[in-house]
């Protein structure tokens, strides 16, 4: 019994040390366009199935911690749980080294083909909903839904794929 307290402990110290850690890192990003306010969802900026032709907004992220070699962005919909966590589609953007800060170009929604520098990490989570692509735009149907962007700077492991997170930060997308 005693044996598993310790280990509870334990992980939860180590989570605690990743949150101060991530915290620590002071990395920043904001809607890099003045459509985008993080209130509201600009017009257009909405699935096909509601009539919309969007892509992911442009992101200004600063304060990049040292070593990152690439941002990881999670697309997500925090009020329905199947398309929260990233189930909006989950992408990659290489960086140059020692990038301190950068504008990430917006990237079409509804589609699989992605600008130069940016790569698949996880595709949408629900193609039968509305048409398949690395990234499914806010597609509540005007419900109220609170969209947001996780952004992470990582390191890369040999086969180009996330490895270890150097800072995370959330960006409000708005309401659709």
Same mark, same amino acid.
């Given at each position: 019994m005693r044996s598993r307290i310790l280990a509870a402990m334990s992980a939860v110290f180590a989570i605690m040390m990743l949150s101060?850690? &991530? @915290?620590? +890192?002071?990395?920043?990003? +904001? &809607?890099?366009?003045? @459509?985008?306010?993080?209130?509201?969802?600009?017009?257009?900026?909405?699935?096909?199935?509601?009539?919309?032709? @969007? +892509?992911?907004?442009?992101?200004k992220v600063s304060d990049i911690p040292q070593g990152t070699q690439a941002l990881v962005l999670a697309f997500s919909d925090r009020d329905y749980p199947p398309m929260n966590h990233g189930g909006h589609g989950q992408i990659g953007y290489r960086l140059p080294t020692r990038v301190k800060q950068t504008i990430v170009p917006s990237v079409p929604g509804h589609t699989f083909t992605l600008p130069p520098g940016f790569f698949l990490i996880k595709a949408h989570a629900n193609p039968k909903w509305d048409k398949p692509g690395a990234y499914m735009p806010p597609c509540s149907g005007g419900k109220g839904h609170e969209y947001y962007v996780t952004v992470q700077a990582v390191t890369l492991n040999a086969y180009g794929k996330p490895d270890k997170v150097l800072g995370q930060t959330v960006v409000e997308m708005g309401r659709y």
């Open positions: 101060v850690a &991530l @915290a620590d +890192s002071g990395l920043q990003a +904001s &809607l890099a366009d003045p @459509a985008w306010d993080g209130k509201t969802i600009p017009p257009g900026q909405q699935c096909h199935r509601f009539g919309g032709e @969007a +892509s992911t907004p442009r992101l």
